[in-house]
Structure formats: structure tokens, C-alpha cells
């Protein structure tokens, strides 16, 4: 156990699914894996291992932001062991021609600050995906009859930020959709030496204001969490 995860020793796969909300972690668990038990209730942060496919996947909330996901992270590679992880999140869609409930796998990650800056202070690091569960999810969801975005997203440490004239910058610079968690995520995986991918939907878009309700972002993402778990095990 950790000061966060409240899991036994053993409990936790080596492939990790990691949406923002605990809530959806439990709903993931519970319609794509078996034999799934309650690994992690630690401060209302679900976290659930089961089977998929015969394979061990524990899918473990990250809470809403960099650094919430980062302590997540880091115990579930430091101390559990974990080697893939795949952040599965809703995002909000920064490009005219991307729409509600499209597929971004996220390339690379931009941000203005992450909680791994403080250690990388005299560098600008740029966070990456693995390519080989990047190379993965592009063929899963092609197979699947689907046309992902693949390229740069922008983790943002704010919700309600109030920066147009740094969205009109990213947008001119082809960032395809903004979230709050990936930069750290890559930044985690690259110290540890573990393999990590942003699959993420679209529930917003910003250039209409259009968004799914809170319902949807919780229940009608099954096409990323397949995605996710047959990229997992393709690319291994």
C-alpha cells in the first residue's frame, strides 16, 4: 500500500488504464474486463483489475489535472510496477475540422508548466508518446472503420483558463485539442523508462462550443477503452 493507493502487493497489472474520472474507471472495469475486483478506494480514487482477453488490466482513476495524475503515476510505476500506461480522457477539440466523439492519439504533449518542472528547470523537455502503442492504436482504429487524429495536444494546468490569445497560437500551430494530463504523463514515462499514450475522445469543441453531457463523457467512450486495451497487447 501507498499513501494514495490502498492495493496489496500484486494487485496491480503491468498495463494500466488511466481515466480522469473514478467514475469511469469503475464503468470501464465493469463492461471490458473479468473476474474485475476493487483494488483502490484510497480518497473516493477507483481502482479496479480484472482480466481482458485472458491478459491482467487494472483501469485506476487519475483525478482532473497534472498534478493529481502525476501522484497516481508515480506510485503505480514506483511501487506497483506498472510498464504501459494509457491515459483514456475526453478532450476539447481546438481545430475547425475535428468533431464531437472523434478518436486524438496524442503524438506529443505542449504545456506551460507541469509538476516535473521543477526538475527539468533549465530545459524545455518535449513530452512524447511511445511509438509503438502510438504505431498500435493508429492501425486498432483503422481496423475498427475509424480516422483517428494523430499529432500535438496541449495539457493545460487550468480548466477555466482565459487565454484567447494563446488558443489562437496553438491553433495556428496545428495543436489538435487541449486536456490536462498527458504532458505529465509522458514526462513520467520517459524517467521511468515506461511506455505511455494519450487516447483520447473528443466530448468538446472549442471553436463552436458544442460538448457532450456529463453522461456521455462517463459512458459512450467504448470504441477508446477497446482501442486502448487491444493497443496494449498488440504493440507488446
Not at 474485475?36 to 473516493?44: D, E, H, L, S, Y
Not at 479496479?48 to 506510485?75: C, D, F, K, Q
Not at 505529465?184 to 466530448?203: F, H, M, P, Q
Request: hydrophobic fraction near 40%; charge should be negative.
Amino acid at each position: 500500500m501507498t499513501i494514495h493507493i490502498g492495493a496489496e502487493p500484486g494487485d496491480i497489472a503491468e498495463t494500466v488504464l488511466m481515466p480522469g474520472d473514478p467514475l469511469r474507471a469503475k464503468w470501464a472495469a465493469e463492461a471490458f474486463l473479468d473476474n474485475v475486483r476493487c483494488i483502490n478506494q484510497v480518497r473516493g480514487m477507483l481502482g479496479y483489475t480484472g482480466t481482458w482477453n485472458g491478459h491482467p488490466v487494472t483501469i485506476h482513476g487519475s483525478g482532473m489535472g497534472m498534478p493529481s495524475l502525476s501522484i497516481y503515476a508515480n506510485e503505480l510505476i514506483r511501487d506497483y510496477g506498472a510498464k504501459t500506461l494509457i491515459r483514456v480522457g475526453s478532450c476539447g477539440a481546438m481545430q475547425p475540422h475535428i468533431h464531437l466523439r472523434d478518436l486524438i492519439l496524442a503524438m506529443s504533449a505542449s504545456s506551460v508548466t507541469t509538476p516535473s518542472s521543477t526538475i527539468l528547470r533549465d530545459l524545455t523537455f518535449a513530452p512524447t508518446a511511445d511509438f509503438s502503442l502510438l504505431e498500435a492504436a493508429a492501425t486498432v482504429a483503422r481496423a475498427r472503420g475509424l480516422a483517428p487524429h494523430v499529432g500535438g495536444i496541449y495539457s493545460s494546468d487550468t480548466f477555466y483558463d482565459e487565454r484567447p490569445d494563446l488558443d489562437e497560437q496553438m491553433v495556428r500551430h496545428g495543436i489538435l485539442a487541449v486536456e490536462m494530463e498527458a504532458a505529465e504523463l509522458y514526462t513520467l514515462a520517459a524517467r521511468y523508462g515506461c511506455r505511455a499514450l494519450a487516447i483520447l475522445t473528443v466530448s468538446d469543441h472549442l471553436p463552436s462550443g458544442d460538448r457532450l453531457s456529463s453522461k456521455d463523457r462517463e459512458q459512450s467512450f467504448s470504441d477508446m477503452i477497446e482501442i486502448a486495451l487491444q493497443t496494449a497487447f498488440a504493440s507488446a
